[in-house]
């Protein structure tokens, strides 16, 4: 083939001066097609065409586990900061007298918290005859993922200090929480370095905010407590009746249940069993303030869960103490009470304490094993329950 012919050019290598010569006009840097007329313009090779992606899912879920996640961490501190506006509030409802007598010191990684339940407001318009419905002592000690429930009977006798001796439950009446944190402190022996007092007028508000609880009712039970009709009316009413097994209760309900003081289907109820009750409530509310449910609706309603607390406890005790009570197993979960003996003392009908009452302090506190009331200890016997939820009567 003569060298005009050729459809490229050769171009010498080497280190020559000047610019390296360009094509012919009307060429393309790499030459005309085969057959391409001169001067046409020099057509240029087909571009590839290019093939579109094809959508893969598997991209698509990391993207959408990354948006979850984020959505999650901010509706978490947004829930987070109602819940410490909230928490705020009811450290200023807790009067100054009853952080004066909480104990400095507790064990390492101990907290010992007062639970006193009341029927009225917890700050300055406490009534002059408003007494402690409920108290229980929680020991919740996180080196060892342990909690331990210590109810303690309103009508146990107690030396009230500057009082003389009476029923423990009227220590708050007599003082407010700071008295009644002194006669407890003197009857266990045991530090209380938190508290927090529930207004169990405000109770129900605060249970139908978090869609209410699930008691299961070990027994059936009928009681005239807080009858809702007038004198006459009452008198024909049979009465709040719950059904024995587990049931789904409102705030009003969930209340009754905990107050009920006598049942006319068990004559063998005692203030112990009531105590026990509104310990059930409690741990139900706790449980369901640790829910999935609770936490999307927290930024919302985190500010109003705690209004019916007046409380030492800091956003950070509510935190660990949420993820103890997910972290502790049922054989590490005790529900303990003090007990003795029912007698007459001046002409108050008192429990009485006993020797069994120090053996059950050293089981809350884990230095012995716990062991459940001894046979023959009658109805207010003393003792501990293991499993993770109380059954009142037990």
Not at 198 to 211: A, M, N
Request: aromatic share 6%.
């Amino acid at each position: 083939m003569p060298a005009e012919d050729k459809p490229y050019h050769v171009y010498r290598g080497g280190r020559e001066k000047g610019r390296v010569p360009l094509p012919p006009e009307g060429e393309g840097r790499r030459g005309r097609r085969e057959g391409a007329a001169p001067g046409d313009g020099g057509a240029q090779p087909p571009r590839p065409v290019r093939r579109r992606r094809r959508f893969r899912p598997s991209r698509l879920v990391p993207l959408l586990l990354g948006v979850a996640v984020m959505l999650a961490i901010v509706w978490g501190v947004v829930g987070y900061f109602q819940l410490r506006s909230g928490v705020q509030e009811a450290n200023a409802r807790l009067p100054r007298e009853a952080l004066a007598a909480l104990s400095p010191t507790a064990p390492s990684g101990v907290k010992s918290i007062l639970l006193l339940g009341t029927d009225h407001s917890t700050v300055a318009s406490r009534r002059a005859d408003e007494h402690s419905d409920s108290m229980t002592l929680l020991w919740a000690d996180s080196g060892t993922h342990r909690l331990a429930y210590l109810t303690i009977p309103r009508d146990m006798r107690a030396q009230i200090p500057g009082h003389g001796v009476g029923k423990i439950g009227t220590a708050y009446q007599l003082g407010g929480p700071a008295l009644a944190i002194e006669a407890i402190r003197q009857l266990t022996g045991l530090p209380v370095n938190r508290v927090a007092i529930v207004d169990f007028g405000s109770f129900q508000k605060l249970i139908d905010e978090v869609g209410g609880v699930t008691i299961d009712v070990p027994k059936p039970i009928r009681s005239k407590f807080d009858c809702p009709y007038d004198a006459a009316r009452c008198a024909s009413w049979q009465g709040w009746r719950f059904g024995k097994g587990k049931q789904h209760m409102d705030g009003k309900r969930a209340l009754i249940y905990s107050r009920v003081r006598k049942n006319a289907l068990d004559p063998a109820d005692t203030d112990i069993s009531r105590g026990q009750r509104q310990q059930q409530v409690l741990q139900a509310v706790q449980s369901q303030l640790a829910s999935v449910s609770t936490y999307f609706r927290l930024p919302f309603v985190g500010a109003d869960l705690l209004k019916p607390l007046a409380t030492n406890l800091s956003v950070g005790d509510f935190l660990s103490l949420g993820w103890l009570s997910y972290r502790a197993s049922a054989s590490r979960t005790l529900h303990c009470r003090l007990g003795g003996d029912g007698r007459l003392v001046d002409g108050q009908s008192m429990i009485v304490g006993n020797e069994d009452n120090v053996s059950v302090v050293q089981m809350v506190t884990g230095v012995s094993a716990p062991q459940p009331p001894r046979p023959g200890s009658g109805l207010f016997g003393a003792g501990c329950r293991v499993g993770k939820h109380v059954v009142p009567g037990q």
